[in-house]
């Protein structure tokens, strides 16, 4: 079975900060996806990025990126000038190429203070 | 770009009654849809999985009868939550998934529906 983990319940950060949100994932299978989504209080889901178990380089989306260890299996967001509006809980997801199945962890709620 | 459309967005029910949930691909064909049940603060928890044409695939604990999920089109899929309590109150979400190259991509979630079972 397909494991997430996200060991951080709540993080804070000053506004204009780099912040890290930590996700490990465990699955036997080479073929994965990584996702991380943001959720804000209204409930929508933000996609913010992918890595492919495949990639060879970390992905990037603007002021996201993606730290992928996969020999840790860890897929940790980096979130670099943090802003007011990043606070939201965040969710780490992992999706099989090749099945039908798509797994969040626990989430991280994030707050960016003043 | 591509769009899931779920309704309602919100929704109460009486107790004992049934109540269905839309959730529509706009303008892709979704092969796959997850549905998925949020208490509040926490995460989303995969209730089962539909593929077009064929039963759903449920996990471990989720009960069949009561949350039934037809996926009849390409298009469109339900869950239907039938003699629903008060304890099935929740955040119920979908998404789904379009053919081609797994990637960011290519899944898509709806917005959503807050139902309330009084």
């Known amino acids: 079975a397909q494991k997430i983990t996200q060991t951080q319940p709540g993080m804070f950060v000053q506004e204009k900060e780099a912040v890290t949100l930590d996700c490990t994932y465990d699955t036997s299978d080479p073929s994965y996806g990584l996702f991380w989504y943001k959720q804000p209080s209204s409930g929508e889901m933000i996609f913010l990025i992918y890595?492919?178990?495949?990639?060879?380089q970390n992905a990037t989306e603007g002021r996201y990126s993606l730290n992928f260890q996969k020999a840790r299996k860890s897929a940790n967001l980096v979130i670099s000038a943090s802003q007011l509006g990043d606070s939201a809980m965040y969710f780490c997801?992992?999706?099989?190429?090749?099945?039908?199945?798509?797994?969040f962890g626990t989430g991280t709620s994030l707050t960016v203070i003043p | 770009g591509a769009v899931v459309s779920q309704h309602p967005s919100r929704v109460i029910c009486k107790s004992g009654t049934s109540v269905k949930i839309e959730c529509r691909s706009l303008?892709?064909?979704?092969?796959?849809m997850f549905w998925y049940r949020q208490f509040p603060k926490q995460s989303l928890m995969l209730m089962a999985t539909?593929?077009?044409?064929?039963?759903?695939?449920?996990e471990q604990g989720v009960e069949k009868d009561k949350f039934l999920i037809n996926h009849a089109s390409l298009t469109l899929s339900t869950l239907t939550v039938t003699s629903a309590h008060p304890e099935d109150s929740s955040f119920y979400i979908c998404?789904?998934?379009?053919?081609?190259?797994?990637?960011?991509?290519?899944?898509?979630f709806g917005e959503g529906s807050w139902l309330t079972v009084v």
């Open positions: 997801a992992m999706g099989l190429l090749n099945g039908n199945q798509f797994y």
């Open positions: 998404s789904a998934r379009g053919s081609g190259v797994f990637s960011g991509n290519t899944i898509y």
């Open positions: 303008d892709f064909q979704a092969t796959t």
């Open positions: 890595q492919g178990s495949y990639d060879q």
């Open positions: 539909s593929n077009e044409g064929s039963k759903a695939t449920y």
